[in-house]
């Protein structure tokens, strides 16, 4: 997380409950075992007029493929560090916010990578934060 450098927010104060906004990375190509890690930032819980944070893996021909994390519920209010394992493949990632209540639904990201890491190993099904995650990064 940065304290003086940037980060990106989907702000509720534009638009308006249901609305989508989308941060899409270049197309990349992954051929190992990989990880991507960011923090994330949610002001309500969806089922209190919050948002939606999930991040999918979208073909070349820009079609949602596969739903790779999943976010609903604010923990708390601080940053949440959130760990993906990537699969094979060449595609692109998009980052989805789905507004809740105007003014009250800020998401906010922050500090994406993408690292080698040989010990994540990917598990079919999304990622929830905390929550039966279907990511393992295995430690022998």
């Known amino acids: 997380m940065s304290l003086l450098g940037n980060y990106m927010v989907f702000n509720s104060r534009l638009g308006q ?3 989508r906004m989308q941060l899409i990375s270049p ?4 051929s190992q075992s990989t990880q991507l890690q960011f923090f994330y930032y949610m002001t309500l819980k969806q089922s209190d007029g919050g948002s939606l944070l999930q991040l999918f893996q979208v073909s070349k021909l820009g079609i949602q493929v596969q739903l790779l994390f999943e976010n609903s519920m604010s923990v708390d ?3 949440q560090l959130a760990t993906v394992c990537l699969p094979l493949g060449s595609y692109s990632l998009a980052f989805q916010g789905t507004m809740g209540y105007p003014f009250v639904s800020d998401i906010a990201i922050d500090s994406i990578k993408v690292t080698l890491n040989n010990q994540c190993l990917v598990v079919s099904g999304p990622t929830t934060n905390n929550k039966n995650g279907k990511c393992e990064i295995v430690y022998p």
């Open 17 to 19: 409950v249901g609305d």
């Open 27 to 30: 197309l990349m190509t992954i």
């Open 77 to 79: 209010t601080t940053w």
